[in-house]
């Protein structure tokens, strides 16, 4: 499916998923506040191989430390990682490798996934639908970020099961549904 999509294609799904499904049902409230910065920095890999997206994800963070307008990135993993199993895999991986590189508490990655499936979860339930994305990504995020916008929430701890709760009441007609409406039309 993804051969012959455009990085500005794979961009554009992504967006409409960042707008249409976290924000617009608050999956994450401080979402809204970067995209209307526009400090959300799409970071589209064409790659396949580990090694080179492993390579993408601390280009990204290098990024991170020299434009500090840009406060997050989504890493969009255009054809790797289809499979969820290799996916989780990856992720062990990076998130080792942002230790071996001097990034813990620097910086912390989110995962999200087309088949994305929580722990003990069944693949059919709607609460998965918080971590699934258009495409494997990771989510680069600044620590000190994320210390801030927990520290100004109402109820950070809140959050999870307002959206498991939320998720759950759409169904998983409405949240498959929201999935697919994020890819753009092709001509």
């Given at each position: ?9 794979i961009?554009?799904a992504?967006?409409?998923w ?8 608050g999956i994450c409230?401080f979402?809204?506040r970067?995209?209307e ?10 790659d ?10 601390i280009?990204?963070?290098d ?11 989504l890493?969009?993993?255009?054809k790797a990682?289809?499979?969820f199993?290799?996916y989780?895999?990856f992720?062990?991986?990076a998130?080792t ?15 999200f ?12 339930d ?6 699934r994305s258009?495409?494997?990504m ?11 916008a927990?520290?100004s ?13 939320l998720?759950r009441?759409l ?8 999935l ?8």
């Amino acid at each position: 499916m993804t051969d012959n999509l455009t990085a500005e294609y794979i961009k554009s799904a992504t967006q409409s998923w960042l707008q249409t499904v976290i924000i617009d049902y608050g999956i994450c409230p401080f979402a809204k506040r970067e995209q209307e910065r526009g400090s959300i920095y799409f970071s589209v890999n064409h790659d396949t191989d580990i090694e080179p997206c492993l390579l993408n994800l601390i280009a990204e963070c290098d990024r991170l430390d020299t434009e500090p307008d840009i406060e997050t990135t989504l890493l969009i993993y255009a054809k790797a990682f289809a499979d969820f199993d290799d996916y989780l895999d990856f992720v062990e991986i990076a998130e080792t490798l942002l230790s071996e590189q001097g990034y813990e508490g620097i910086y912390q990655l989110a995962s999200f996934h087309p088949d994305y499936c929580f722990q003990g979860a069944d693949l059919d339930d709607a609460a998965n639908y918080t971590n699934r994305s258009p495409y494997p990504m990771l989510h680069l995020l600044r620590e000190a970020s994320i210390e801030q916008a927990v520290a100004s929430h109402p109820d950070p701890e809140g959050i999870p099961p307002h959206n498991i709760e939320l998720t759950r009441k759409l169904g998983l007609a409405k949240m498959q549904t929201l999935l697919a409406a994020c890819y753009p039309a092709t001509s």
